[in-house]
């Protein structure tokens, strides 16, 4: 079965540093990967996926992740930290290949920025 | 992008009372739709898989008759809490995807429903 982990449950950087949110996923076949933003009572906002193609994927607002097979890993990083960039973030795996396919939550990473 | 509409976006309601949530997607049609449910700093757990024109599936552990699920149409699903419990209280968001898109687009969500069982 898929299952995506997320290491660590809070991140914080000073603002202007390099973002890194960690993701691995478990998936017997190809994943379709995603990272989500949720800012406070508010649903989410895509914030990049890889389905197939180019390993490395840019998303909005400055942010790209990498699919690493090898290392099953599919991490988040942003070169720079914004204050605007706190919020909670989540990995997310599709499970089979249609519109139908469920989608599943890693536990989330809480990122903080430090002035 | 797709925009999904979820309403309300607040409920406070009395116990053993029933509360609907509505998700509807504004400018795409979906057989499918997803109702999650979130705990404070948690991540979302999926409840039910809704599908047009039949019944939902729903995760293991979820009470099909504590929470009913109707999808009546290509864009509107309903999620609705049965005799309430203050134990029910939580953060419910529904997604949905553009079937006319290719397969595996991401999930659009709804912008939650905070409710509150008192």
């Known amino acids: 079965a898929q299952s995506v982990t997320q290491l660590g449950s809070h991140v914080s950087v000073s603002e202007g540093a390099l973002v890194l949110l960690r993701c691995n996923y478990s998936s017997s076949v190809p994943p379709y990967l995603f990272w989500y933003v949720q800012y406070p009572n508010q649903g989410l906002q895509l914030l990049l996926k890889?389905?197939?193609?180019?390993?490395l994927v840019k998303g909005i607002n400055g942010f790209e992740a990498e699919f690493k097979k090898s290392e099953t890993s599919f991490h988040l990083t942003k070169p720079s930290a914004h204050m605007s960039d706190a919020a909670e973030y989540f990995c997310a795996v599709s499970i089979g290949p249609s519109s139908a396919s469920k989608i599943i939550f890693g536990s989330g990473t809480r990122l903080s920025i430090r002035p | 992008g797709a925009v999904v509409s979820q309403h309300p976006s607040r409920v406070i309601c009395k116990s053993g009372t029933s509360v609907k949530i509505e998700c509807r997607s504004l400018?795409?049609?979906?057989?499918?739709m997803f109702w999650y449910r979130q705990f404070p700093k948690q991540s979302l757990m999926l409840m039910a898989t809704s599908n047009e024109g039949s019944k939902a599936t729903y995760e293991q552990g979820v009470e099909k008759d504590k929470f009913l699920i109707n999808h009546a149409s290509l864009t509107l699903s309903t999620l609705t809490v049965t005799s309430a419990h203050p134990e029910d209280s939580s953060f419910y968001i529904c997604?949905?995807?553009?079937?006319?898109?290719?397969?595996?687009?991401?999930?659009?969500f709804g912008q939650g429903t905070r409710l509150t069982v008192v």
């Open positions: 997604s949905a995807r553009d079937q006319g898109q290719q397969m595996n687009t991401e999930a659009f």
């Open positions: 890889y389905t197939t193609g180019a390993t």
């Open positions: 400018d795409f049609q979906a057989t499918t």
